[in-house]
């Protein structure tokens, strides 16, 4: 199962390899984790479909997704735009490939792989990673399931539930309350399953 980068000095240095390694995949990785946009829609990004703010460093793109036809048009700042404008110039796809083709996504997994494996990350990770800690993020910080999956256009809020990796940490807060050696095996006054499941992940970011 592909799983998000959660912890935060597993990212950085995930991002700082990357960075060394493969100039695009760099620029990949912080589009895919600064929009949750999906992998095929990265990929296939053109220059033309960019407006480009030098002034605020900022890059709005309008994006029709791939898999579910609906439109975002999100906003690329920080990190993210200094990398991609680095890139630019280079053909018609933010992302070239050969023969005047964007890059795919099996060059872009290769490049993933290679970083993680070089930092020794023990999970697997590849193109949807990004997104995945995105979607991750958001949830930890205080967006509902609902808003949730919205935004990454899932049809049920069970599949965002499992593909934020918050399931992990709701059933970690439920086993908190059955634990006997925390609780005498009943709830306590004010323990809210929801905020200690956030309040876990972000123990574990901060690792």
Same mark, same amino acid.
């Given at each position: ?98 023969? $005047?083709?964007?890059? !795919?996504?099996?060059?872009? *997994? #290769?490049?993933? =792989?290679?970083?993680? /494996?070089?930092?020794?990350?023990? @999970? ?13 993020? $958001?949830?930890?910080? !205080?967006?509902?399931?609902? *808003? #949730?999956?919205? =935004?990454?256009?899932? /049809?049920?809020?069970?599949?965002? @539930? ?46």
């Amino acid at each position: 199962m592909v799983e998000p980068i959660i912890n935060m000095t597993e990212r950085k240095m995930f991002i700082s390899m990357l960075k060394v390694q493969n100039q695009k995949a760099h620029a990949f990785a912080l589009v895919s984790m600064s929009t949750a946009l999906r992998a095929s829609d990265v990929l296939s990004l053109k220059w033309s479909d960019m407006n480009i703010n030098l002034e605020t460093k900022t890059i709005t793109v309008g994006v029709k997704e791939q898999k579910t036809g609906s439109k975002r048009i999100p906003a690329i700042k920080g990190q993210a735009f200094d990398a991609l404008i680095k890139l630019h110039g280079q053909g018609e796809y933010v992302f070239m490939g050969n023969k $005047g083709k964007p890059m !795919g996504r099996h060059a872009m *997994t #290769a490049a993933y =792989k290679k970083a993680a /494996s070089t930092i020794g990350l023990s @999970y697997n990770v590849n193109t949807h990673s990004g997104r995945k800690t995105n979607i991750f993020s $958001g949830w930890m910080h !205080g967006m509902d399931l609902e *808003t #949730a999956r919205i =935004k990454a256009g899932h /049809s049920s809020k069970d599949i965002t @539930y499992q593909y934020t990796s918050a399931q992990r940490f709701y059933e970690l807060a439920e086993a908190e309350v059955a634990d006997d050696t925390l609780f005498g095996g009943g709830v306590v006054d004010g323990y809210d399953i929801e905020v200690r499941a956030r309040e876990l992940a972000k123990a574990e970011v901060l690792a």
